[in-house]
């Protein structure tokens, strides 16, 4: 559990530090076109919840699964597994149009003009990704301690 | 539960049904423009995952809740729960992107050209919503339903 843990606070905090220092900028047609994390809400979105992930992760560490806490745990747990997944979903949607583009939107893809940026944000999707696969098994853990899940009886 | 459960068969119906139908085109400088679910490989995950989810909500409630089966469908309800989070944050970011569009990124919002297809995009998003949340307080339930989540001791 304290591997799952320490798993969830790297990736949480990876994905933060990496979106947060994504930046790239382009000169298209003498406009300078600044890339950053900060100019979609998405992005906006995804840097918050995954701090707030990495911090709430950092704190429950001193807390013993086995506690009487244990079941306002599971709670929580749920909660940001939740907002984890919810996170990196809306990033994922953003960022595949970033990179494909839609054209029947007239959305053109804007990975051609930031490459870096594009990487970045790929890197940090990755993390996050991985955050959110951590807190599931993290979930599925916590629940099998409690009511053991191979049993078919309640 | 029986309450809870149809609440989300409902949700989870509307959100497909309604995502479905959505249609509009507009016509811009003589180049027809038709704006369907189908544009856009976000709500065609929408749809998927809400067609999914209200089949398995339709499933479920023949089996009691009670029954043996108690555990697995736990799982089940967590796993459809975390889908349902992530169709509808990923809609809602490119809902958002279609309504406000993005001018860092050159991308035009589209609803005033096809105010119709809007309308039932938030429609759709407003029920995915609905389903999202009915199926959290579902797993609160269930779990409730296994450990007192209102005692402190295991």
Redesign the interface.
Known sequence: MLVLRLLALGATLSATLIMVTSQDSAQVFNMK????YT????FKYFVLINAIASGYTFIILFFPS?S?????I??LD?II??LL??????????G???KNG?S?????P?CGQVPKFCDHVKGSLIAGFVAAIVY?LI??YS?HN????F????
């Open positions: 076109f600044e890339a950053k100019n979609s809400p998405t086995k009487s806490y244990g079941h306002f599971l709670v749920l597994a939740l997944d919810s996170s990196i979903s809306a990033c994922l949607a953003i595949q149009v970033g839609n029947h939107a007239g959305w053109l804007i599931f979930l599925l629940l409690i009511i053991n899940l049993t078919l009886k309640t």
